[in-house]
Structures are given as structure tokens and as C-alpha cells.
């Protein structure tokens, strides 16, 4: 069955820099878009960015310049590189397809943003 790892969160300051990660596995992985998620205390799950099987990548407004989603189909695995961190990024984040589906969420990787 499909299973989604998220790692690499941790306690950063702000302007710092955090790489996360996503092992999928129990689909063809390289030939599915792949996104990343953030869920804030008291707030809805949110759009993070996305990279398509084709490589073409968008991300939501509050994160473009700052967050790069890249992808290594060789080890089925998504990352997230974030950098000049906000204390407003502090969230869990996940990872899962496009378009995210229910049953495949996995336990997120918490981003703590603070000084």
C-alpha cells in the first residue's frame, strides 16, 4: 500500500534554512505529481508546493523565493528545501500526491520557527 515518510523538520531560527523529505513507496512514484503540505495549530491544512512527474514546479504565494521542491525519482523521494524561515512557517508538514489524497497522509514532520 502507499506509504509517505516525511523527516528533516526540527527547531530553527529565524532566517534559517531546513531540508525535508518524503520516502514514497507502494506506487510508481515517478510518474505521479508529488506536493507538500503545512498544517499551523488552530488552521487548516494548506498548500505548500507541488512538483509534477514532468518536473514543473508552483508553490503558494507565502512561500515563493524562500521554498524549493525538488524530487530524486531513483530513491522515491520528494524534498523540500526552505530557506529565510518565518515564525509564521511553524507547521507540520506533510507530503503527499496531486491531488493530496485522504487515506495516504502520513504523521508530518513539525518546523518550528522561533528564536
Known amino acids: 500500500q502507499v506509504q509517505l515518510v516525511e523527516s528533516g523538520g526540527g527547531l530553527v531560527q529565524p532566517g534559517g534554512s531546513l531540508r525535508l523529505s518524503c520516502a514514497a513507496s507502494?506506487?510508481?512514484?515517478?510518474?505521479?505529481?508529488m506536493g507538500w503540505y503545512r498544517q499551523a495549530p488552530g488552521r487548516q491544512r494548506e498548500f505548500v508546493a507541488a512538483?509534477?512527474?514532468?518536473?514543473?514546479?508552483n508553490y503558494a504565494d507565502s512561500v515563493q523565493g524562500r521554498f524549493t521542491i525538488s524530487r530524486d525519482n531513483a530513491k522515491n523521494t520528494v524534498y523540500l528545501q526552505m530557506n529565510s524561515l518565518k515564525p509564521e512557517d511553524t507547521a507540520v508538514y506533510y507530503c503527499?500526491?496531486?491531488?493530496?489524497?485522504?487515506?495516504?497522509w502520513g504523521q508530518g514532520t513539525q518546523v518550528t520557527v522561533s528564536s
Open positions: 503527499n500526491l496531486i491531488p493530496p489524497t485522504g487515506g495516504y
Open positions: 507502494g506506487f510508481i512514484f515517478s510518474l505521479r505529481g
Open positions: 512538483i509534477t512527474s514532468g518536473w514543473i514546479a
